[in-house]
DNA sequence: AATTACTAACTGACCAGTCAGTTATTTAAC
DNA sequence: GTTAAATAACTGACTGGTCAGTTAGTAATT
């Protein structure tokens, strides 16, 4: 994945298996920074190295092309998060700070940062899109850090909260930088130091959310 | 403003006064809520109760029509804020609060909350109105809160911090909410208390930002 | 009567989506 | 192993609808 053309550029090739995921993978590059009405069907077929009949050949059209972006590249980083989780052994906080992390680093440090930036845009032009993503991704991500945060409660590692409100201020700056990292911050003048942000906001949240003996 | 429609339906009338800040209120609507390019002139104008062709003798494009609609809907908040910051009296930690609770009501509560989220979606496409956003809205509201903590740093109330980072931290879940609540938040079926929500981070907040004695 | 705010029909560019034709590949026949 | 027919992946020119922007004309106001 990631390169939009083929080995062999002597000629066309007839490529039925790679073409939807090499579609796929150009109109992410596109949709994340243009929006999806800023994205032309031309460019995005012109860089994934097909003509645009060849994307009507995979998608039914430019709505449906969308729909698939969001899906499957993003549903799969939430599985393997949830199954990170489901492994997982040790303190709750570590593993809340894990799938910090982990995700800053899939999804924060990546083009698939541009998803969560792509669908608050989108979001009222695409209302079944955005109940898919909020059934799909957001709540599953969402519960995972809910589900800590009470067992860490009920163990008694954290201070008795509100585990889901707890859990919209942990996640509320992480996806936050992850916005604004895919939007104004590149044209910000003030530049700031990413994992010392994401280092800071974790000291500090556990720093209140600890028991102190 | 914000009616669409003049008092007197009887026929139309020559309004040069009142028409520009009727096309931009009606601009605000449709542009935060559809983005851009999805916003149609024909719909702006029938929303101000004119035809498209008056758009057009007061403002030179579509594009600086919206150019106009950020300028004009939110640089004022940011000079109000700055006077309420001036005229202060009391602790930086009540001086943060005020400016936080604020900008909610003023901001987030209201439709001038889809400014943020309309810039995040558009600063791709519209590179110098980033700039302008993040010059004249942004890095002012940051400013003021970076001088707060300052402030609180050197007279003692606050524990010693980086006091750009403090204020990324600080704003981030305030703005964060704003951008969700004008998008995702509205399919959302989980809903949460607001208030509760802002009160929450700023007890965090200063818990941990506060000089224990 | 002159001025000008305003209208609405018009234009032209753009682009999603289509389809008739082209070419790589497979199958089958010799 | 070579050639030919059949298949299906792929192309790019085309179409029709949409919409930003224009302008000739209308009507409120002075």
Redesign the interface.
């Known amino acids: 994945m990631h390169t939009s053309r083929s080995n062999c550029d002597c000629k066309w090739r007839r490529r039925k298996e790679a073409r939807p995921a090499e579609i796929i993978d150009a109109a992410l590059d596109l949709f994340v920074?243009?929006?999806f009405?800023?994205t032309k069907l031309d460019d995005v077929a012109r860089k994934a190295g097909v003509s645009k009949g060849t994307v009507y050949l995979y998608f039914e059209s430019k709505e449906s092309l969308f729909r698939e972006v969001v899906k499957q590249i993003i549903v799969p980083e939430v599985e393997k998060a949830e199954q990170k989780a489901a492994e997982f052994v040790g303190s709750q906080s570590e593993l809340l700070k894990l799938l910090m992390v982990n995700w800053w680093e899939v999804v924060g440090k990546t083009r698939l940062g541009g998803i969560p930036?792509l669908?608050?845009?989108?979001?009222?032009?695409f209302?079944e899109l955005?109940?898919f993503?909020?059934d799909k991704v957001?709540?599953r991500a969402?519960n995972l850090v809910v589900e800590s945060i009470k067992k860490g409660v009920e163990s008694g590692e954290f201070k008795a909260c509100d585990p889901?409100?707890t859990a919209?201020?942990f996640l509320?700056?992480v996806?936050?930088?992850v916005?604004?990292d895919k939007?104004?911050a590149?044209?910000?003048?003030?530049d700031?130091?990413r994992d010392?942000?994401i280092r800071?906001?974790a000291n500090?949240?556990f720093?209140?959310l600890l028991q102190t003996k």
Chains 1, 2 share one sequence.
């Open positions: 920074v243009k929006g009405n800023a930036k669908m608050v845009s989108e979001a009222a032009n209302p955005a109940e993503y909020l957001v709540s969402r889901v409100a919209r201020l509320a700056p996806v936050f930088a916005i604004w939007s104004l590149t044209y910000d003048k003030e700031y130091d010392e942000y800071m906001h500090n949240f720093d209140g």
